[in-house]
DNA sequence: ATTATTTGACCGCA
DNA sequence: TGCGGTCAAATAAT
């Protein structure tokens, strides 16, 4: 299949240079947060969209490495091949051992174009769980699906565990900043304006724990595909406002209800990227 | 007309 | 055998 997949050489360079420029664009911001001005608020919202983006894309481009011919994941390779098999309908193979991770958030969006494809009700739990696929499954063989389950605990929380990794981001992604993606609704102003990325256990796998943007409904029809690494961030209703600033080490930001924090510096990142390439997210470091 | 969602059926796996 | 993940026809939305 077209599936899009550079060599490590390549993918360590763009790596490289995503997060050197989320570096720059971090200085950036720094300095414009100096900058009393009203209408600084929005460069900033605009850089820091170009932040998030590129973050996301490195990790990514990170969570790539070990992805290579995992090929675990449903048996259909992209192709729409083995879909109807001989068997016909509902013949496909169940995916096993892929990478998985999950995040706890207090929305389902993460950046990427996803798909609803499913829903279930699950056993002693209150809410049913719906089942998403990246929604370049058919086009580029992206094999990237999602489960999101709101949380019995807190209704305004999703588990959503990510499956597989996409390997479409390349060519488009639809940063849509339409915040309220909930699929049971909760679409409460206030539900959308904040992204409390608490990635909660992870497995393995790469996590786009970033807002870039987008929405699983589609809501708003306008913009479908975009890049998330540039422009996706001027108009971002929801987004949130900053409360802490920039040090000298690259940090980590995270939303949370009073707006975005720092979360400590690049020693987050050390440890969110495991020996094998692995991301590995504790919700500790997130709050 | 096209694209997305809903929902019951189907199937793999524990 | 039952649960949960996926498929795809029907339906809704754009």
Known sequence: MARVCPDADTRKKRMINDLLMGRDLAVQLQGIMSDPHPSSADKAREILGKILGSFSRGISTVSSFEGDGEGSLSGESGESKSR???????CYKRRKGSQSWTAVNST??????????GQKEILN???PRCYYRCTRKHDQGCKATKQVQRMEEDPN???ITYIGHHTCREISRAPQMI???DPWELNSPDARTEFKPQIHRQ????????P???????????SDLTDCPSGFSQDWPGFPTISSMVG?????WSFSDDGFQSLSNTSFLDRCIGFDGELEFDGSDLL
């Open 108 to 117: 389902t969006e993460d950046g990427y174009s996803w798909r609803k494809y």
């Open 179 to 181: 915040p309220d993606s």
């Open 157 to 159: 929380m999703y588990q």
């Open 203 to 210: 497995d393995h796998g790469p996590v786009n724990p970033f």
């Open 212 to 222: 870039c943007v987008k929405d699983e409904h589609r809501e708003d029809s306008g």
């Open 84 to 90: 109807h098999g001989e068997k016909g309908r509902g």
């Open 248 to 252: 000298d080490d690259l940090p980590i």
């Open 125 to 127: 739990s209150k809410f």
